[in-house]
């Protein structure tokens, strides 16, 4: 069965930092563009970042530019996202989403994990 | 990036057809040659479903009771025969032409 597992969400000061994890299983992770997308309590879904299956190509939302970072470890099948200068506003499930093959459109998301809570508060 | 614009709600009675509209701008939905819109269904406290890729195209298992159109910046889904299952959230998606992604608001259909 194709999986996505997402870890590494808790509650989190202001201005602290989290380190979320996507661990996939059931496909060929390194051949995949692979996408974090998150959602506020009660919110819309807001996309966060993308990284290519060689790690090359990295993109992220321009709100967000300088204080995420998207990595891949393609030995260990995961990817991650490190997330820095945290505020209240950055609350919410965070989704770990791939990109299926037969796509050539990063909005095409068709394997969702079952997201990790990130709870920024003092 | 601004999200893109959906209605809030949309309502409809088991059996009837509705539409969600979508609305962008030349950078995403409306960007030339660009056919990259996508539609997700979210049942309350579950991940988003994938249902339409490349405007048109329904991934395996999703049932052609769903259809996904585009004209100019604006993209529109419709689901028809509705039942009581159908009653989610519904969001767009679109690439936009700085390889980044942008979601609609999203849009809450009740199955009356």
């Known amino acids: 069965e194709e999986q996505l597992v997402e870890s590494g969400g808790g509650l989190v000061k202001p201005g602290g930092s989290l380190r979320l994890s996507c661990a996939a299983s059931g496909f060929a992770f390194s051949s995949y563009i692979l996408s974090w997308v998150r959602q506020a309590p009660g919110k819309g879904l807001q996309w966060v970042s993308s990284i290519s299956h060689n790690s090359y190509y990295k993109h992220y939302a321009d709100s967000l530019k300088g204080r995420f970072t998207i990595s891949r470890d393609n030995a260990k099948n995961s990817v991650y996202l490190q997330l820095d200068s945290l505020g209240a506003d950055d609350t919410g499930v965070y989704y770990c989403t791939r990109e299926p093959l037969y796509c050539r459109d990063a909005s095409c998301l068709d394997l969702w994990g079952q997201g990790t809570l990130v709870t920024v508060s003092s | 990036q601004s999200a893109l614009t959906q209605p809030a709600s949309v309502s409809g009675s088991p059996g009837q057809s509705i539409t969600i509209s979508c609305t962008g701008t030349s950078s995403d939905i409306g960007a030339y040659n660009y056919n990259y819109v996508s539609w997700f269904q979210q049942h309350p406290g579950k991940a988003p479903k994938f249902l339409i890729y490349?405007?048109?195209n329904r991934p395996s298992g999703v049932p052609d009771r769903f259809s996904g159109s585009k004209s100019g910046n604006t993209a529109s889904l419709s689901i028809s025969g509705l039942q009581a299952e159908d009653e989610a959230d519904y969001y767009c998606a679109s690439y936009t032409t700085s390889s980044t992604v942008v979601f609609g608001g999203g849009t809450r259909l009740t199955v009356l």
């Open positions: 490349e405007v048109t």
